[in-house]
């Protein structure tokens, strides 16, 4: 059994920063690509960073120069560093990983995993 949990929300006033951190744990083999998604009540699912296990990162624009998305690997970790942030940015952040991991059997499993989201607060 896979878990991804998400950790690090909060309440932060406007321009300040928090740190998101998503962790894999149970039967883990390897896992491959991470992503940070955010949804407020409402609204799509957003996807606001993503990263590979070779560390090759990509952002939304609208995050581009306040966040930071790593991992690391050896930890099974992954993290987003918010600067600057706005009310816009408020919102239910997910973490979503592609994971391969073992069954009971043995045999192995790729599925794509997702945590139960940590919440951003923006306000003064």
């Known amino acids: 059994q896979v878990q991804l949990v998400e950790s690090g929300g909060g309440l932060v006033q406007p321009g300040g920063s928090l740190i998101l951190s998503c962790a894999a744990s149970g039967s883990v083999v390897r896992v491959d690509d991470m992503d940070w998604y955010r949804r407020a009540p409402g609204k799509e699912r957003q996807l606001v960073a993503s990263?590979?296990?070779?560390?090759?990162?990509n952002l939304a624009e609208s995050v581009k120069g306040r966040f930071i998305i790593s991992r690391d690997n050896a930890r099974k970790t992954m993290y987003l560093k918010m600067n600057k942030l706005k009310a816009e940015d408020a919102d239910l952040y997910y973490c979503?990983?592609?994971?391969?991991?073992?069954?009971?059997?043995?045999?192995?499993?790729?599925?794509?995993?997702w945590g139960q989201g940590t919440q951003v607060t923006v306000a003064a």
């Open positions: 990263i590979t296990s070779g560390g090759v990162a």
């Open positions: 979503n990983a592609d994971i391969l991991d073992k069954g009971p059997g043995g045999e192995y499993i790729a599925s794509k995993s």
